[in-house]
């Protein structure tokens, strides 16, 4: 039995993103970690819809060495306390590095789907980059793109353009059984 996914970014749309210069970052550790208005009901009624909720999270600080490991596992750990997600699929590589996982790739959604038994036609990918939207589009689908503005390149195109996760909830669910 295929079950459907809503595939998350973590860094601006479960948790503050930290925004320098207008550009985000995540967060250093626990002490900057901040889970944004409405994303524990957000991720309740979804879940209670039947969603399985997969957080996928380029983390490329640890590979630039300017982030422990430790430290992003231990934020994934606190959402996990917090938070109804079924799993947590961090990529670690920088641009460079070739890897399959890294988005714009979609990797880290397949080997998710794959694993989970998720049909990618009739999930959604929800992220506040460029990169979230691309990966959620190569691996078929629908895409949700949270507009905070960010001073950086914009997604060439989405299905949905929402101002935060409770939105992009509220859209999802209003298309619950439509594929």
């Not at 889970?35 to 209670?48: F, T």
């Not at 982030?67 to 641009?95: Q, T």
């Not at 036609?121 to 949700?144: I, K, N, P, Y």
Request: glycine share 8%; charged share 30%.
């Amino acid at each position: 039995m295929s079950r459907r996914a809503v595939f998350l970014d973590r860094d601006g749309v479960i948790n503050r993103a930290v925004v320098r210069e207008g550009k985000p970052y995540p967060p250093a550790g626990l002490e900057e970690l901040e889970i944004l208005p409405g994303v524990s009901e957000a991720l309740d009624q979804l879940k209670d819809a039947g969603f399985v909720l997969v957080v996928v999270s380029n983390q490329p600080d640890v590979a630039r060495g300017t982030a422990a490991r430790d430290a992003v596992e231990a934020i994934n750990a606190k959402l996990a306390e917090s938070l109804p997600v079924d799993d947590f699929r961090m990529c670690y590589h920088d641009s460079g590095d070739g890897c399959d996982c890294r988005k714009p790739k979609p990797g880290m959604l397949l080997v998710a789907a794959r694993d989970q038994g998720i049909d990618l036609s009739s999930s959604f990918m929800v992220g506040d980059r460029w990169r979230d939207v691309e990966a959620g589009q190569r691996a078929g689908c629908r895409t949700l793109f949270i507009d905070y503005g960010y001073d950086e390149r914009q997604p060439e195109a989405c299905d949905y353009r929402v101002k935060s996760l409770t939105e992009a909830a509220e859209i999802i669910l209003s298309l619950d059984g439509v594929s």
